[in-house]
């Protein structure tokens, strides 16, 4: 939902290369990333098709799996910001890969013809932003000392794919050198590979709707409970972790600031009132329960251009005490 790009880049590459391997090979040697074809006979519309369609079903899966999970950025910039990205992504990680084959060349005598075919570079430039922006929750601990977090799974098909072709690091080293580049505007190279506003309009109007997706109900994004009601409440214990973390934070920085002892009472504030049967019997008085937050209007219009209803702004950021970030990250994680 909200992210049609998203699904496109997920289903159309997927096809073609699905209908590539099983009934067009023929046809194959069309999406070969040929470097020597293009350096010296110029084939210029190699480097398009060899860098947009996989050759092999396995980076297919895995790079399928990792732009699902990258689709929370559509979510959060809009698709246009994001298609941005990718052009940007797209364009540097082409001209890093003939930079890296001549240095490999040069360095270790490695004569690199052809190269893993594949939108293998943004996608691996999509993990800059994903270590950066994304919040890490630890999830479980294996043997009591590796942490499970929700990022792990991630990075492990990042691995998977890193792994699956014996010159693929070539193009996730460009990958990775092209998404710092672009995210953190060195050269300000997001001003000049960007999507032009009448370009987007175009696509929104024609296949948005296409790839367009019905909202989710409130049922189908909560967790993972066997009931509504666990379900409700493992999203009310996630929230609270998060907010009194970011509480946490924000005391020690005041500390650090201005010094003194930090006043824990407040790291504490109850959410909401749950009426459940585990809390029947805790009724609390007008002293102790909270004045409501009051909510920006400025911040609910901020998350509802992301796409959210304003019911589950006002909620989370009530929740959030105005923390927009902490708003922003939990409503994305449900």
Not at 72 to 84: D, L, M, N, T, V
Not at 177 to 188: A, D
Not at 301 to 321: I, P, V
């Amino acid at each position: 939902d909200k992210a049609p790009l998203s699904k496109g880049l997920l289903l159309v590459p997927s096809a073609i290369s699905i209908l590539l391997t099983l009934l067009f090979q023929h046809y194959q040697k069309f999406f070969a990333y040929n470097l020597q074809a293009i350096k010296e006979d110029f084939q210029i519309w190699r480097l398009v098709c060899g860098r947009a369609i996989c050759l092999d079903l396995k980076d297919t899966f895995c790079s399928s799996l990792l732009i699902y999970n990258f689709r929370i950025f559509e979510r959060r910039y809009g698709s246009r910001k994001f298609s941005s990205f990718l052009l940007g992504a797209w364009t540097l990680s082409a001209l890093f890969d003939f930079l890296l084959v001549e240095a490999a060349q040069y360095v270790f005598g490695i004569t690199i013809n052809s190269l893993p075919s594949g939108f293998l570079g943004p996608v691996f430039a999509l993990f800059v932003p994903f270590y950066c922006s994304i919040p890490r929750v630890q999830v479980t601990q294996v043997l009591g000392y590796f942490s499970i977090t929700n990022k792990t799974l991630v990075y492990v098909l990042g691995l998977q794919l890193l792994t699956s072709g014996s010159y693929i690091w070539i193009l996730a080293l460009s990958g990775l050198i092209s998404g710092i580049c672009y995210n953190s505007s060195i050269l300000k190279v997001h001003r000049i590979l960007c999507v032009p506003s009448w370009v987007a309009k175009i696509f929104s109007w024609t296949l948005e709707p296409i790839f367009s997706s019905a909202e989710p109900t409130n049922e189908i994004r909560v967790g993972m409970g066997a009931t509504v009601d666990i379900q409700r409440q493992q999203r009310m214990e996630l929230l609270d972790r998060q907010i009194m973390m970011s509480q946490v934070a924000q005391m020690r920085r005041q500390r650090q600031q201005q010094g003194g002892m930090i006043n824990w009472n407040r790291l504490f504030p109850p959410l909401r009132h749950r009426h459940n049967e585990n809390y029947q019997d805790h009724h609390p008085s007008d002293q102790d329960t909270p004045p409501p937050t009051e909510v920006s209007e400025e911040q609910v219009a901020r998350l509802m251009e992301m796409g959210f209803s304003r019911g589950d702004a006002l909620e989370a950021l009530r929740a959030s005490n105005n923390d927009l970030n902490v708003a922003t990250n939990f409503l994305l994680q449900h």
